[in-house]
C-alpha cells in the first residue's frame, strides 16, 4: 500500500506553463488596480475625503467640485468635498496635512498660499511647500478687474484717476488682494482694500456697489460680465485674455503687474508611494473626463497640467518675484 503523500499525478509541461502565465498575470492585475497603505490594506478601500479650505461657491470651490466628481470613477471610490475656509486655504489645509498620511485625506489648495500670504502674514506654524505631496495639479485662472455696471469709471483710466477707490479682494494675501494692490500703488491712487473671506461674498459686494472694484477669476464673474451688472476694464496677465479678448491688459496700460491663480491637490507628507501613485494616476485620468472638459470651457477656466517639481518650482519662483515687487512699492499687505 502507498500513503496518500507516495502518490503522484503527473502534470503535463503545457498546464505548467498556462498556471505560471496565470499567476503572472493575476499579480499585474493587482499591481494596476491600486497601492497598498502601510496595512497592507488595498487602497482605496472606503472614500476619500477631498477638503475644499474656501466657501461655497467660488471658483475653487467650483473646480474642486468638478475634479471631485471626475476623479471617482478612477479611483473606484467615492470623493465627498468637504468645505472648511479660512486664511486662504490655511485653515482647512493644515488639518489635512496633519492628518494619518493614509491617502483618505486630501486637500486643494491654491499658489497664491504659498506665494503671496507669506508676504502679508508671519505664520510660524505656515504650511510648508516642501512637506506635502502634490498628487495632482489642475488649473490656472487669470485676475480680472470688474466694476459695476453702474459705475461711472468706463475705462481703466477712469478707475485709476478717481479720487478715491474701496477694492474687494478675496482675502489677505490672496492674488485679488496683490494684484489691486500694486496696481494701484503704481498708478498712485488712494485706494483702500475691503477684505472678503472668499470670491462669492466678494462678489456679492460688487454687485451691492458697497465696493468699487474688484480683482477675480473669469469663472466668478463671468455670468455677471455677460448678464450686463459688472464691466470688465483689464486682466492682469501677460497677454490678452482668450475669454476677454476685447479687454486690455493692465501691462498694455503701463502698469508692470502680472498676477495669477494655480490649483493643485496634496496629501499629507509621508503618504505610501503606492498610495501617492493611485492618487496621481486618478486625478491624470480625471482631467481627461469629458465633463470635466466642459465645466473649465464653460467656467472659462484654463488647464494647468504639469509635474510635482515643476509645480513647486513656478510657485518658489512667483514667490520671488512677488516679494521684489511688494519691497519695491513699499506695500503692507498685513494689517
Known amino acids: 500500500m502507498h500513503s496518500s503523500a507516495d502518490l503522484q499525478v503527473p502534470i503535463h509541461p503545457s498546464v505548467r506553463i498556462l498556471t505560471a502565465f496565470l499567476l503572472v498575470l493575476l499579480a499585474g492585475c493587482g499591481g494596476v488596480k491600486g497601492g497598498r497603505n502601510d496595512s497592507g490594506t488595498e487602497y482605496p478601500a472606503r472614500a476619500v475625503q477631498f477638503t475644499v479650505p474656501f466657501p461655497p461657491g467660488g471658483s475653487t470651490d467650483l473646480v474642486g467640485r468638478a475634479v471631485a466628481?471626475?476623479?471617482?470613477?478612477?479611483?473606484?471610490?467615492?470623493?465627498?468635498?468637504?468645505?472648511?475656509?479660512?486664511?486662504?486655504?490655511?485653515?482647512?489645509?493644515?488639518?489635512?496635512?496633519?492628518?494619518?498620511?493614509?491617502?483618505?485625506?486630501?486637500?486643494?489648495?491654491?499658489?497664491?498660499?504659498?506665494?503671496?500670504?507669506?508676504?502679508?502674514?508671519k505664520d510660524q506654524t505656515a504650511i510648508d511647500l516642501d512637506k506635502l505631496k502634490i498628487v495632482g495639479t489642475l488649473t490656472t485662472e487669470d485676475y480680472v478687474l470688474v466694476v459695476n455696471a453702474s459705475s461711472p469709471h468706463a475705462s481703466l483710466e477712469d478707475l485709476l484717476k478717481a479720487p478715491s477707490v474701496k477694492y474687494a479682494t478675496t482675502g489677505v494675501g490672496t492674488g485679488a488682494q496683490l494684484s489691486q494692490a500694486l496696481l494701484f500703488k503704481s498708478a498712485g491712487t488712494n485706494a483702500t482694500d475691503v477684505p472678503f473671506d472668499g470670491g462669492a461674498p466678494a462678489v456679492t459686494a460688487l454687485l451691492g456697489a458697497q465696493v468699487d472694484a474688484l480683482a477675480a477669476a473669469p469663472s466668478e464673474v463671468m455670468q455677471h460680465v455677460k448678464a450686463g451688472k459688472l464691466r470688465p476694464l483689464a486682466t492682469f496677465n501677460e497677454k490678452r485674455s482668450s475669454y476677454l479678448p476685447d479687454v486690455p491688459t493692465v501691462k498694455e496700460k503701463g502698469h508692470d503687474v502680472v498676477v495669477d491663480q494655480r490649483r493643485f491637490v496634496v496629501a499629507p507628507p509621508g503618504i505610501p508611494d503606492a498610495v501617492a501613485k493611485k492618487l496621481a494616476d486618478s486625478f491624470t485620468a480625471a482631467r481627461k473626463d469629458a465633463d470635466y472638459d466642459k465645466f473649465l470651457k464653460d467656467n472659462f477656466v484654463e488647464r494647468w497640467e504639469v509635474s510635482e517639481d515643476e509645480a513647486r518650482q513656478h510657485i518658489k519662483d512667483a514667490r520671488a518675484q512677488y516679494a521684489a515687487q511688494v519691497e519695491k512699492f513699499g506695500l503692507r499687505l498685513g494689517k
Open 69 to 121: 466628481r471626475a476623479v471617482e470613477k478612477p479611483l473606484g471610490q467615492s470623493v465627498p468635498v468637504a468645505n472648511k475656509p479660512g486664511a486662504n486655504g490655511a485653515v482647512g489645509g493644515k488639518e489635512v496635512l496633519a492628518s494619518a498620511p493614509d491617502g483618505y485625506n486630501i486637500a486643494l489648495l491654491v499658489k497664491s498660499l504659498f506665494a503671496i500670504t507669506p508676504l502679508a502674514t
